[in-house]
């Protein structure tokens, strides 16, 4: 079975609306040339088409005609490296995921280690974020989390006491507190008091030594969230 064979077998399996790269096709580094050609094939018959650069779709197909995946759909190949996670969401489509914001925005932003991902899909920029850590597949929803307390005092369109309420019943549901720490501490100090405050609140202050530890006790931290919302903001010097 040659290469085109492969392909159009592989993409053949793939349920409608997949998004997928070259590295998701199972062919060789020496095979890239006629893959490319295999690809241009199949888009001829409108097999696949393309989202961007190296990034292609199999529409769905229904009785009003062929549909595009969504825009976050097609984003997701920019989030893997050969099948591994690399990157994650962040900004302001994260937090209107998280029912943070209502705002939808016009720019996404991933968050990368490594990796800067610049593309722009339909009438959607991505911009890169430089990551505090390592992403993977089982720190992903706690660095989304923290990201979200960096950028409490600046995500648009948002009731702080509202967004902390949110949040403290998101970490409270959270299983793997003891990571979370763990990674709040590669955060800045202001991240670490919150997230301690947070957890304190939640019943969990035996584990927060560490960044009680972290923070300078004469430094103070300007959230604007009531005592009411959040009465353990005190042990943390947040104002």
């Given at each position: ?56 779709y199999k529409p ?29 969401i962040t900004g ?52 989304e989390l923290l ?93």
């Amino acid at each position: 079975m040659n290469v085109a064979q492969r392909i159009e077998r592989t993409i053949a399996g793939m349920q409608d609306g997949t998004v997928f790269k070259y590295q998701e096709l199972g062919i060789a580094s020496n095979e890239y040339s006629a893959a490319a050609k295999a690809i241009e094939r199949l888009k001829k018959k409108g097999v696949v088409d393309s989202a961007s650069a190296g990034v292609f779709y199999k529409p769905k197909k229904t009785v009003f005609g062929t549909l595009k995946p969504s825009e976050e759909e097609l984003i997701k190949p920019y989030l893997y490296e050969n099948n591994k996670r690399i990157a994650y969401i962040t900004g302001t489509a994260l937090y209107n995921r998280m029912g943070l914001t209502t705002q939808v925005p016009q720019n996404i932003s991933i968050a990368s280690r490594d990796k800067r991902v610049i593309t722009r899909i339909g009438n959607i920029q991505v911009r890169p974020v430089k990551s505090y850590v390592d992403v993977t597949d089982k720190n992903y929803p706690l660095l989304e989390l923290l990201d979200a307390l960096k950028d409490l005092k600046i995500i648009p369109d948002m009731d702080r006491n509202r967004a902390a309420s949110n949040l403290i019943g998101q970490f409270g549901a959270t299983p793997d507190k003891r990571e979370l720490v763990k990674l709040a501490l590669r955060y800045p100090p202001r991240v670490r008091a919150l997230t301690g405050a947070i957890l304190e609140q939640v019943g969990l202050k035996e584990i927060t030594a560490p960044l009680q530890k972290s923070i300078n006790p004469l430094s103070a931290y300007n959230y604007g969230i009531s005592k009411d919302v959040l009465p353990t903001l005190t042990n943390w010097n947040i104002l």
